[in-house]
């Protein structure tokens, strides 16, 4: 669906007071965090025992102030934004909706269907019986998808006192940029927890908002569901991180896992991929605890709270099968019973335990596998299988022709992570730092992972391995690992970077603060004294924040004043067209992502959507997609019309598509699909054969009979041709 969007310059000056409101917040901040700098200094030379305590009672005061206060900032911030890139304030609700691209269009749609149901009981009823988002099909949205959180906004905004104030539209994406406030507050407290001072979270929100371009995409994707879900996960890793921490009060202990279970459990209801999610933070313990950088008791706690989170989603979505079927059930139930059959795993010598540790790592790999391909063939599940096709082709496990891998492997998200995402990391100095604490942290890392398989007949406390010996907390070591893993997701997924990049500013701020990290450098180089670890520990991460202030906040000023209008004539004639001139039963067939706006914007029944985890919504997708083919029209009509449709969409920039690189256009991969050569210059493969009908969607323009006889153009812009099918054919 294209968008356009307006330069301020391209339309006359609007004085916009909500922008000038949020101006003069942002500008009164630089003298508040100026304050705290002069104090936070005068501080740290304070002594005696009760300056002492009434530095560390004010510290925690203040450090936690400033957390809510960077918070809150950083929402009116994104929020801000987003109202300047749209004029959201001032365009039409048809606009509005419109600009919840894609899925986004989707999931917001089930918000508003909410609040037009004569009742919530309606509405649920609605919801878990509906006919509209896949014609000729009754499923249930609550089991298919994860839209809980639409659920419980719509409850909301029906209860409380708000309406008369407060648009609908407003109380949804407000929600979302508040969870950002909840999620740099996260971030600032698990790097908090991990240097033992506030001011590297500080620096970690600072640099958050600094690379905001490869942090965070909530500005121009509102309900898309990572920004619902990755606050929860950030609150998650927070409350991990304490959990790690050595010798916890009962009490204290009981509370941090409640914590990581309900922010678990809501990180696991709000977004579809949280399996794959978890699962990479289960073998960040599986590692650790195997090295022994982490008690084995908490890392047995927090296994079994990811699978009660999970089954207990499973239950809220009515056995979805994607969940049942997951492989991270299946790896933490194995790798809890291997440790039960493998009694003396962290005993004898280094050739003995690392015998024992490859053996442990073979038979809890075969337990998952094994697992998980009985309950997947018992309950006959399919949900993910596109995405292992999409792993294996993606990493070079043969070529594959399957459109829905294809899909995917063309898709720049799903891509290796640009190298020009590195530059921009660095020129905040982000990824330099980044670097190095990694190191420090990675050499550490292993040092201790060999001192523990070589020693392990004398057991010591965790993260104290001996005075000559090189120490690593087990939060430390738990943080390190979720970096890298993360790193290499990213790495090799480019959608996945917002993971990486936001706890790369945890990692690379708690570093510079880390008087862990700064005794193992100054150790190296023969220069330790606890002072020089003290001054080192202070003035470096101040001097970055100064720079980054000095830097960063011009731009972030200026960014705040640039004034954009949303202008998409085109969708919003469709969609007007739409309404004023069909039945509301009528039945739209078309692309995925414009599907969903016709959802939204109009109410319409859809042949297909983008919520793209059911086998047979992905074959009814590349029936549908036969429109972009080499298809007579006769078999097209016939397909389209087995699934109700009465009305065709094709847009032009994707008959014509120009966008990606020629065998990854959407056309190429239903030509490679139907065994047909492609168009243009690509190289096909000797097997593929010219197809004998001209591309269905470039023919049925020119009005010739074989096409006027099973569809008649309604309308057309410059974007969109709209046909009605023949009933009687």
């Known amino acids: ?28 901040t630089v003298k508040f965090f100026t304050g705290l700098v002069i104090i936070f200094i005068c501080f740290v030379f304070l002594k005696g025992g009760t300056r002492r305590r009434l530095w560390e009672t004010l510290s925690f005061t203040l450090g936690g102030t400033v957390a809510l206060c960077v918070g809150v900032l950083t929402s009116v911030y994104l929020a801000t934004l987003h109202e300047n890139d749209l004029w959201f304030s001032n365009i039409k609700e048809v606009e509005r909706e419109i600009s919840f691209r894609t899925e986004c269009g989707l999931y917001y749609s089930y918000y508003k269907q909410m609040l037009q149901a004569p009742s919530l009981m309606q509405g649920l ?32 905004y029906r209860v409380l006192p708000i309406q008369t104030y407060l648009e609908p539209v407003y109380f949804y994406i407000y929600t979302l940029f508040g969870l950002q406030a909840i999620y740099v507050t996260a971030l600032y407290t698990t790097s908090w927890l991990l240097s033992g001072t506030w001011l590297s979270g500080l620096l970690a929100a600072f640099w958050y908002v600094t690379n905001r371009i490869d942090t965070t995409r909530v500005e121009f994707t509102v309900p898309l569901r990572e920004n619902w879900a990755l606050p929860f996960f950030a609150v998650q890793t927070a409350a991990v991180t304490y959990f790690l921490r050595p ?25 579809q991929f949280n399996q794959f999610v978890v699962l990479l933070q289960a073998l960040v313990l599986f590692t650790l605890d195997s090295l022994d950088l982490l008690p084995a008791l908490k890392a047995s706690w927090l296994y079994g709270i990811q699978i009660a989170g999970l089954l207990l989603v499973c239950a809220l979505q009515f056995l979805n099968s994607m969940i049942l079927g997951s492989l991270l059930i299946s790896f933490n139930l194995s790798v809890l019973t291997a440790r039960r059959l493998q009694k003396n795993l962290k005993t004898g010598n280094f050739l003995n335990r690392l015998g024992k540790l490859l053996l442990h790592l073979f038979v809890v790999l075969c337990l998952t596998l094994f697992l998980n391909n009985i309950i997947k063939k018992t309950l006959n599940l399919k949900s993910d299988e596109h995405i292992f096709k ?15 891998a294809n899909l995917y492997l063309c898709e720049e998200a799903f891509g290796l992570l640009p190298l020009n995402t590195f530059h921009r990391l660095s020129h905040t100095l982000l990824f330099s730092a980044y670097l190095s604490v990694l190191c420090v942290t990675g050499t550490a890392a292993l040092a201790g992972a060999l001192h523990n398989l070589s020693d392990s007949t004398r057991r010591q406390p965790m993260g104290s391995v001996g005075k000559d010996a090189v120490s690593l907390r087990p939060a430390t070591a738990y943080n390190f690992m979720h970096s890298v893993l993360f790193g290499l997701l990213a790495l090799s997924t480019m959608r996945m970077k917002y993971l990486w990049t936001s706890h790369m500013c945890v990692f690379a701020s708690f570093g510079l603060c ?12 023969r220069l330790y004294n606890p002072k020089r670890m003290c001054v080192m520990r202070y003035s470096v991460p101040i001097l970055t924040l100064l720079y980054v202030c000095y830097k960063f906040w011009p731009e972030v000023m200026a960014e705040l004043s640039e004034l954009r209008e949303f202008h998409d004539p085109d969708t919003v004639e469709l969609m007007n067209w739409i309404n004023s001139n069909t039945p509301r039963t009528a039945v739209f067939a078309g692309s995925m992502q414009l ?70 256009r959407l056309r190429d991969l239903l030509d490679l699909a139907n065994g047909h050569t492609m168009d243009g210059p690509v190289q096909n493969d000797p097997d593929l054969k010219p197809a004998d009908h001209p591309r269905f969607c470039e023919e049925i323009k020119r009005d010739l009979p074989p096409y006027t006889a099973f569809f008649t153009r309604v309308f057309q812009n410059k974007t969109f041709h709209v046909y009605k099918l023949s009933r009687n054919k």
């Not at 307006?6 to 609007?14: A, I, K, Q, R, S």
């Not at 880390?514 to 180089?525: G, N, V």
């Not at 016709?598 to 983008?610: E, F, I, Q, S």
């Not at 429109?627 to 078999?635: L, V």
């Open 1 to 28: 669906m294209p968008l356009t969007v307006c330069w301020g310059t391209d339309t006359p000056p609007v004085t916009r007071s909500w922008d000038l409101a949020h101006l003069r917040i942002w500008r009164k």
């Open 125 to 156: 009823h609605g919801l878990m019986y509906d006919n509209k988002t896949e014609s000729m099909r009754t499923i249930n949205l609550l089991q298919r998808m994860n839209i809980y959180q639409e659920v419980l906004l719509s409850i909301l």
């Open 247 to 271: 010798n916890l009060q009962p009490l204290s202990e009981r509370l941090a896992l409640l914590a990581i279970f309900v922010s678990t459990f809501l990180f696991s209801l709000m977004w």
């Open 390 to 404: 999409f792993l294996k082709a993606k990493f070079g496990f043969g070529a594959t022709r399957d459109f829905d």
């Open 514 to 525: 880390s008087p862990e990290t700064w005794e193992l450098l100054l150790k190296a180089i």
């Open 595 to 664: 599907l969903a706006g016709v959802k939204l914007c109009t109410g319409r029944t859809l042949t297909n959507h983008p919520h793209f985890e059911d086998s047979s919504l992905r074959e009814r997708t590349k029936a549908v997609y036969q429109i972009y083919a080499k298809r007579p029209a006769e078999h097209v009509h016939g397909l389209l019309r087995s699934f109700g449709t009465d009305y065709v969409i094709l847009e032009d920039s994707i008959c014509y598509e120009r966008r990606h690189r020629p065998g990854c």
